[in-house]
T-cell receptor
Framework: AQSVTQPDIHITVSEGASLELRCNYS??????LFWYVQSPGQGLQLLLK??????LVQGIKGFEAEFKRSQSSFNLRKPSVHWSDAAEYFC??????????FGTGTRLKVLA | DAGVIQSPRHEVTEMGQEVTLRCKPI?????LFWYRQTMMRGLELLIY????????DSGMPEDRFSAKMPNASFSTLKIQPSEPRDSAVYFC??????????????FGPGTRLTVL
């Protein structure tokens, strides 16, 4: 069955520290992978996506993610976190019938 | 571009009442999706449309839920009768589908529904 797992429900980091949010997927074919961010009271906004080519993809707000097929992972990273990055982050895979399957999300807290 | 528009932003109703949520997708987008977000179940796809036609409604929880898309610029999600367990944030999203599965979904701000 197709699924997305985000093992960390909550993560707390200090401002300026590096960040890595984990995402593992289960999908039989070539995955189309996305990371979205949701600020409080807002809808989801695309950070970045991967569907082919270079396995390291750059996104908005200084985020990047690396696709590792051997590990079925698509982890999101940022070298230096800003207080405004506090939000909830969702990983998703798109199936062949154009359905998005979202992970349960990781809530990021940033300490000043 | 105004983005995806949802109304109302907040809805409080009593159990047994009919609730109608509305969505206006981005002009020119061919696909429209309805999601429900709760703490317990996360973000769930309820139904999606392609060119106003429902493609997959397997996520609709039960017959109390129905969705329509009478034209390319408007969709509704109706709950009748509503129950307290329907309390959630309901999101609408649209996508142009020009590039296929790599297309970005554009989300509306959501409707927070509270059923007392």
């Amino acid at each position: 069955a197709q699924s997305v797992t985000q093992p960390d429900i909550h993560i707390t980091v200090s401002e300026g520290a590096s960040l890595e949010l984990r995402c593992n997927y289960s999908y039989g074919a070539t995955p189309y992978l996305f990371w979205y961010v949701q600020s409080p009271g807002q809808g989801l906004q695309l950070l970045l996506k991967y569907f082919s080519g270079d396995t390291l993809v750059q996104g908005i707000k200084g985020f990047e993610a690396e696709f590792k097929r051997s590990q079925s992972s698509f982890n999101l990273r940022k070298p230096s976190v800003h207080w405004s990055d506090a939000a909830e982050y969702f990983c998703a895979v798109v199936t062949g019938t154009y359905k998005y399957i979202f992970g349960t999300g990781t809530r990021l807290k940033v300490l000043a | 571009d105004a983005g995806v528009i949802q109304s109302p932003r907040h809805e409080v109703t009593e159990m047994g009442q009919e609730v109608t949520l509305r969505c206006k997708p981005i002009s020119g987008h061919d696909y429209l999706f309805w999601y429900r977000q709760t703490m317990m179940r996360g973000l769930e796809l309820l139904i999606y449309f392609n060119n106003n036609v429902p493609i997959d409604d397997s996520g609709m929880p039960e017959d109390r839920f129905s969705a329509k898309m009478p034209n390319a610029s408007f969709s509704t999600l109706k709950i009748q009768p509503s129950e307290p367990r329907d309390s959630a944030v309901y999101f609408c999203a649209s996508t142009p589908r020009r590039a296929g599965r790599s297309d970005t979904q554009y989300f509306g701000p959501g409707t927070r529904l509270t059923v007392l």
